[in-house]
């Protein structure tokens, strides 16, 4: 139980390994390209709302307290980065899902040697794109119903959403190997939950690396790479 949080942590680790091997690398080109134009775009979304959150958090205290702003102002820059990092991560996912999930197949045929199915990859492709960006939506939409209350209490306990953000990315990229297997949202729910540390410890890595710059720009297909590996070496039997 102690060690889990560390060993789903190195699945990502193992997922940026994965995906540079050479018979994956074609299939990490899409959601790389699709990532780095949304974080691009997040960072200068996030860097123009900087100034409008400073003013609106000194409109907040009266005078005499000015000093609390420099208390809070890292824990609202801290939440307003995490907030708007997984949200654009959300998004890139919806969009990418259908690569995502055939990227997922690739790497557990590379770790198994056993295919999931004999279509091709373009035809497969086509054949799950509507599911699987329903079922991304319905994620979106979990999400979104749990962000709000979690985002309350995290302006007061920061490490609320560090815990939430963490559990979602896991349900998010467990998600893709489940459903190669048939099993769509929110089926990887009930499958994390029997090993929930080794979820929090990997989707926590996950959201410490879609904060660094450049390295972001990764941080997606080398999630879905190192979730199926996790999927396939942990979580499979408990499907």
Known sequence: MLTAPFKGAGYLF???????????????VVPVLI??????AAI???SGQLDLLDTWLQSLLPDWLDWLTTLLWPVFVLVAMLVIFYGFTLVANVIA???NGLLSEKVELLLTGQPIESES???K????LAPMIFAELRKLLYFVLRAIPALIVSIFIPFVWLIFAAWMLAVEYVDYPLGNHGKLFPANIDVLRGRRMLGLGFGGMVSILTLIPVINFITVPAAVAGATAMWVEQLADRD
């Open 35 to 40: 990532n780095t134009v949304l974080f691009a």
């Open 44 to 46: 200068g979304y996030a």
């Open 97 to 99: 899902a259908p690569f």
């Open 121 to 123: 990859d373009w035809k």
């Open 125 to 128: 492709l086509m054949k799950d």
């Open 14 to 28: 193992r997922g940026i390994r994965l995906i540079m091997k050479p018979g994956l690398r074609r299939f990490v």
